[in-house]
């Protein structure tokens, strides 16, 4: 008996921190969840970023959106999309030379031109 009191052991002692506690649900009225929605739903609107902003689950504000879509109920805002759109396909080139492509009309810039003068210029060019 007294040899198994002299042989060498190894403990491993385990450590933890308390689990947060969970958080307790939150009833949303219809109008919060509209409104949500709405949100949610305007062009350009980044989903998840709106849900956090408020303290909700992003996936829940997906669902929402998703249940008054089928509803058919709300519909997403479109913009005026008569006329088709065309994408161009290029090809990236390290240069200080830049050409876009707007219909049949091609800018050149170079990298030194003023990012407002050239916003104006590609408004024009649109126009034309």
Sequence with gaps: MSDSVNHHRTFEVLTAEPVQSRRKPRHWTDEEK????????????????IARSRGLDPSQLYAWRRKALSSGMVAP????????????????????????????????????????????????????
Aim: without cysteine.
């Design 77 to 128: 805002l479109t913009e005026g999309s008569s006329a088709p759109v065309k994408f161009t396909r290029f090809d990236a080139v390290g240069s200080s030379m830049v050409e876009i492509v707007v219909g049949d009309v091609v800018v050149r810039a170079g990298v030194d031109v003023d990012a407002d003068h050239l916003a104006k210029i590609l408004r024009v060019v649109r126009k034309a």
């Design 34 to 49: 509209a409104q949500l929605v709405a949100d949610a739903l305007s062009p350009g609107a980044n989903v998840s970023a």
